[in-house]
């Protein structure tokens, strides 16, 4: 048995039926948050997800950062060892499970956009992404069509675990996502650890993939924050209505 699998005394409900298939390891990465208004939000998520908000006010994410792919079983993927990855994400729930929903995921990687979408119905797409680090500080960039992001991020802080009910708890710590295909939902359990979290810095000088979702955004992001290395089990996708 994964050692992980032992770690759930965190976990908001018991850990999903059925083995996992797959193990990601999710380095480098910048949460940035921005409050959005629920009413922008609710017409980008179908209705049979109920948004989920914090204060008052729904969020959308820009997380970009690195992972490596392993089937249950097998040595990791030719090309899959640090692939970049960049999503754009609000935060829903049903069923008494809040999770994430996804606006789009872009990578360099055609196979992995391919292989996601048959097998997760996420909105992958192709994307030029240049990744580099240099004393701690990661530079990132990912170009796809409109949807473009250029930022410098780095750690500020030890690292720390959020506290339950705190924002940063409730924008990370979720354990499934959502998504919709041909009439359905979709459901997508993962586990990890608690997040080893950093308060953040970050110089963002192009964000456009919030607006090629068909959000609005201005300033600087709410919250930030970094982690640099995080172990995750992923489940096969089930419909759930």
Not at 46 to 55: A, G, P, Q
Not at 124 to 153: C, D, L, M, P
Not at 164 to 183: F, M, N, Q, V
Request: net charge positive.
């Amino acid at each position: 048995m994964d050692p992980l699998l032992r770690q759930t005394d965190h976990r908001p409900w018991p850990l999903p039926s059925g083995p996992w298939i797959m193990t990601q390891i999710w380095r480098d990465l910048l949460f940035a948050h921005w409050r959005v208004p629920a009413a922008a939000l609710r017409p980008l998520v179908t209705r049979r997800l109920e948004l989920d908000t914090f204060d008052g006010d729904a969020w959308i994410s820009v997380t970009p950062f690195l992972m490596s792919v392993r089937p249950r079983g097998m040595p990791i993927l030719p090309g899959m060892s640090a692939l970049p990855e960049l999503n754009c994400r609000t935060y829903v729930r049903t069923e008494g499970k809040p999770g994430v929903f996804f606006f789009s995921l872009d990578t360099t990687s055609r196979a992995a956009v391919l292989a996601a979408r048959a097998a997760y119905h996420l909105p992958y797409f192709h994307a030029r992404v240049r990744v580099t680090k240099h004393n701690g500080t990661i530079s990132y960039s990912s170009h796809r069509g409109r949807a473009a992001w250029q930022a410098e991020y780095g750690p500020t802080s030890p690292v720390d675990y959020a506290a339950p009910g705190s924002a940063d708890h409730w924008l990370t710590e979720r354990y499934c996502l959502y998504t919709a295909w041909r009439g359905g939902v979709y459901r997508g359990e993962i586990h990890h650890a608690r997040w080893p979290l950093q308060r953040a810095w970050a110089k963002i000088q192009e964000n456009s993939v919030t607006q090629a979702a068909g959000v609005e955004i201005s300033g600087p992001p709410a919250l930030l924050a970094v982690s640099r290395e995080l172990k995750v089990l992923i489940w096969p996708l089930r419909r759930i209505g």
